[in-house]
């Protein structure tokens, strides 16, 4: 959600601001701006409604150059998406900032600004903050006590990129709840609220800290801590390449990244499978210790990620014989907890910054869980350096809003962590043997399902002109259905729902009409005769059924039942391959619907803010 790029350098800095606001496209925005210091013009400024190519046009139009910058993507919270709205804002034509978060007291400080003689050009809570900065140098301080000053006043969170007239040479950076990087190079530097912005000028990268400021000049770089002390952070080469996040040959990346599971499955399962068994140590030190320890584990997600966690659940009691909560983080952050003993606690996310899930383990240490773990896409993320155990997904870039390669690979990290939990609550080892054998195959799983893209490609058309669609699925499998259904709804924009399948007399089944589809995903397990049971429960209203199951499942396309037949599979692994499809249904239909499969309306990829 919203993106930061700054740069100081000795060379025109705009065409690098843009590149990096291009490549920050998929968090989801709907304004763009740049500002930059200029030798001869000072402060200039230009912003654009709607995409980046908007904000580029509007650059060609007005050309503008500069050795110091700072833009923005916004993803509007205070204010309705406007030119008026968009960052960067200035205050008195010497300060510029651009900000991601959400300032909680800006109301209160917007009323003293006015008693003070400041005017506003926007609805936004940001401008408060440039009005306030400009305030504190106006009493004496230099740019960076100003910044220091200015946040010391603010509730909230914030990520912040300040670049001041009278100061041509330097670019200031805060954070404090929102994520933000600092990129190394050679007589220049640059900030981020991405790594994936930066890397076509570099591949050095510190990543500030809560509380930390930076202040940037061609020759180094400063932090200070939130004690206002010197600290040093540590510098991380990245190992993506500037050319990791491209579409290549597919028309979209949701796609590409569909279409890449397989490797990035098998990404997540290199190093961690040993001869039979799930290694403890590919969680990090001293984790078989704590398993050792754990009754009870306690999943907090938000979105897709708490999607794989409720599929977890069924893993771990089932599999492992271990109790197991999951929610949502919102609603875990805002209650009061009980926590049994030896609970470990458990985070996922795809991005590491999900601000709810953050703030929910931040609460977390202080609540007696036996320990941490955070189940992650991205390394440097805050989630991961606050979690005592971690184990990355390996799913590299995703830049579609819509999550796919990222939930499937949790879904093996998880899986991972209910073999380790499960060896210690007594699963014989040939059955661990057989988990790890099930997973070892698991790519090839995934490359056979995606096999099924020609028949869900040519099924889509029956779905291009519906409203409204029911998913169906019993055990794991009903959250599988419920991320078949988000997808569905998040970039076809169709209004989609699941339910267990057992549910439908309690409700669902009044929906039901040849009007309906009805998509349902049945596995070849113990459930299976009660879904065929609910199936033709819909069969016998009318219903329009779309059902993926087992090649032995004995479910066949007859009037009114299209089968798309998904080969035999493990129980273990068959929520991660029936997930597939679905996420091809969703792609099909939301292209036929041409709707911005890659940045739905009104969504971001990573939300950082409440």
């Known amino acids: 959600m919203c993106g930061i790029v700054g740069a100081v350098a000795q060379r025109d800095v705009a065409a690098i601001l843009l590149e990096g606001l291009k490549r920050l496209e998929y968090r989801g925005y709907d304004s763009a701006g740049i500002a930059v210091l200029d030798g001869t013009a000072g402060l200039r400024r230009i912003r654009a409604l709607g995409k980046v190519r908007r904000l580029e046009e509007a650059m060609a139009r007005d050309p503008l150059a500069g050795s110091t910058g700072i833009a923005h993507t916004r993803w509007a919270t205070h204010g309705e998406p406007s030119e008026r709205n968009a960052h960067p804002h200035i205050s008195a034509g010497r300060i510029a900032i651009v900000h991601n978060g959400i300032i909680e007291n800006h109301e209160a ?55 001041c007239a009278d100061r041509p040479d330097q670019l200031v950076a805060a954070r404090r709840g929102s994520p933000l990087v600092v990129g190394i190079g050679i007589g220049e530097h640059f900030i981020a609220s991405d790594v994936f912005a930066l890397l076509p000028v570099t ?150 910054e999900t601000a709810d899930t953050l703030a929910a383990l931040r609460g977390a240490h202080d609540l ?23 184990l990355m997904t390996r799913a590299g870039p995703e830049i579609g809003v819509a999550s796919t390669k990222a939930f499937t690979t949790q879904l093996t990290a998880l899986l991972l962590l209910v073999a380790c939990l499960a060896r210690r609550q007594g699963l014989a080892g040939a059955e661990e043997a057989h988990l790890v054998s099930e997973l070892r195959g698991l790519p090839g799983r995934i490359e056979a399902v995606l096999g099924l893209n020609p028949r869900i490609q040519t099924l889509a058309d029956e779905f291009a002109d519906k409203r409204h669609a029911l998913f169906l699925g019993r055990g794991a499998h009903y959250p599988v259905a419920m991320e078949g259904a988000l997808k569905l709804k998040e970039i ?43 199936l033709q429960e819909v069969h016998a209203r009318g219903g329009q059924l779309y059902v993926f199951a087992d090649q032995d499942s004995g479910i066949v396309t007859e009037p009114g039942t299209q089968t798309l037949p998904v080969a035999p599979t493990d129980e273990a692994i068959a929520p991660i391959v029936f997930t597939i499809p679905l996420q091809l249904l969703a792609y099909h239909v939301a292209v036929l619907k041409g709707t911005d499969v890659d940045q739905p309306r009104n969504l971001a990829k990573s939300v950082t803010v409440e």
């Open 368 to 390: 007696g869980y036996l320990a941490s773990l955070a189940i992650c896409n991205v390394s440097e993320s805050s989630l991961v350096r606050e979690s005592g155990l971690t």
């Open 203 to 352: 591949r050095r990268f510190v990543f500030l800290e809560e509380g930390d400021i930076a202040l940037l000049t061609r020759e180094r770089v400063s932090i200070y801590g939130a004690d206002g002390r010197p600290a040093s952070r540590p510098e991380r080469v990245s190992e993506l390449s500037a050319d990791s996040a491209e579409r290549g040959e597919y028309r979209h990346y949701m796609l590409k990244e569909i279409f890449e599971q397989p490797r990035a499955v098998a990404d997540t399962l290199e190093g961690r499978l040993g001869g039979e068994r799930v290694l403890d140590a590919a969680f990090g030190p001293g984790a078989g210790a704590i398993f050792d320890q754990v009754r009870a584990v306690h999943i907090v997600a938000c979105g897709t990620s708490f999607h794989a966690g409720l599929v977890a659940r069924y893993w771990m009691e089932s599999l492992a014989g271990v109790s197991c909560q999951v929610e949502v983080a919102s609603e875990f952050r805002y209650r009061r907890v009980v926590v049994p003993p030896g609970t470990l606690f458990v985070t996922v996310s795809q991005s590491g």
């Open 109 to 163: 400080l917007r009323a003293r600004q006015r008693e003070a003689g400041y005017r506003f050009e926007s609805d936004t809570d940001t401008e408060v903050i440039a009005h306030q900065i400009h305030f504190h140098l106006g009493r004496g301080l230099d740019l960076v006590d100003a910044v220091r000053a200015t946040v010391a006043d603010l509730e909230g969170a914030y990520a912040l990129g300040v670049i």
């Open 492 to 534: 076809s924009y169709i209004h989609a729902e699941a339910y267990p399948a057992g549910e439908l007399k309690h409700g669902p089944l009044a929906l039901v009409d040849a009007d309906m589809p009805v998509i349902a995903v049945a596995p070849n397990d113990q459930l299976l005769e009660k879904l065929k049971s609910n």
